[in-house]
C-alpha cells in the first residue's frame, strides 16, 4: 500500500511538471525528474514499509554549522513560502562548498521574480562568498535590493556582513555606521560595529 502511493505521488508530481513547465524549462525540469527518479530508486533498495511505526528522535539543529548569513536572515528576510526556500536552498549550497550552483540558482529564480529585495541580498551574499570578496556584481545585487526597498535597512545591514565576513572590516563598520545614521535605533547595528572595529584593529 505504501509503495503504490510513493508510485502515485511521483506520477502526479511528473504529472504537474509536464504540465506546467514551459519550454524554456526543459533542463530544469529533466534535473527534478532525475532526482524524483533516483529518490524512488533509493527507496525501493533501501525501504521497509512493512516495519512497525517507531517514533523519531528529533534531531537537535546545528547552529555551529550555520553562517553569520543564515543566522542574521531568520530575522531580517522572508524565512517562508518560495523565496524562504530558495534562500535556505542557497544557504545549504554555500555550506558544502558549491558557490557556483548557488549563484545560478538564485540567478534563475531572480529572472521570475526580479522584483523581491531579499532574494538579491542573497544573491549578493552567493557573489560574496563565491568570490571570497564584496566586488561590483555582488555590490550591485545589494544596491538593487536597496532601490527596490529604499525603507528597508536588510540591504545594507547584509551588505556589511558580506563585507565582514570576507574580510574587510573596515568596510563593514562604515555601511553599518551609514545605516545606524539613517535608522531607526537598533541594538544589533551597535554590537556589529563594535565587532567590526574590532577585527579592523587586528588587520594591517
Not at 525528474?33 to 517507531?54: D, M, S
Amino acid at each position: 500500500m505504501i509503495v503504490a502511493a510513493v508510485l502515485v505521488a511521483f506520477a502526479a508530481t511528473l504529472a504537474l511538471l509536464m504540465l506546467r513547465g514551459r519550454s524554456g524549462d526543459r533542463r530544469a525540469r529533466l534535473g527534478v525528474v532525475a532526482a524524483l527518479l533516483a529518490g524512488l530508486g533509493g527507496y525501493a533498495a533501501t525501504g521497509r514499509p512493512a516495519l512497525p511505526a517507531a517514533a523519531a528522535r528529533p534531531a537537535a539543529p546545528d547552529l555551529a554549522s550555520r553562517t553569520a548569513f543564515e543566522v542574521a536572515r531568520q530575522t531580517r528576510l522572508q524565512r517562508f513560502g518560495e523565496v524562504g526556500a530558495w534562500l535556505t536552498f542557497a544557504d545549504a549550497l554555500l555550506r558544502a562548498d558549491a558557490s557556483a550552483t548557488a549563484v545560478e540558482g538564485l540567478r534563475q529564480i531572480i529572472a521570475e521574480r526580479a522584483n523581491n529585495p531579499d532574494l538579491w541580498i542573497g544573491l549578493g551574499n552567493a557573489l560574496a562568498v563565491h568570490g571570497g570578496h564584496v566586488g561590483a556584481a555582488a555590490r550591485l545585487a545589494f544596491d538593487h535590493a536597496a532601490g527596490l526597498a529604499p525603507d528597508s535597512a536588510a540591504p545594507a545591514y547584509f551588505l556589511g556582513l558580506a563585507q565582514l565576513e570576507t574580510g574587510d572590516a573596515r568596510a563593514a563598520a562604515a555601511t553599518w555606521r551609514a545605516l545606524k545614521a539613517r535608522s531607526l535605533p537598533d541594538p544589533d547595528f551597535d554590537a556589529r560595529i563594535a565587532d567590526a572595529d574590532a577585527r579592523a584593529a587586528g588587520q594591517p
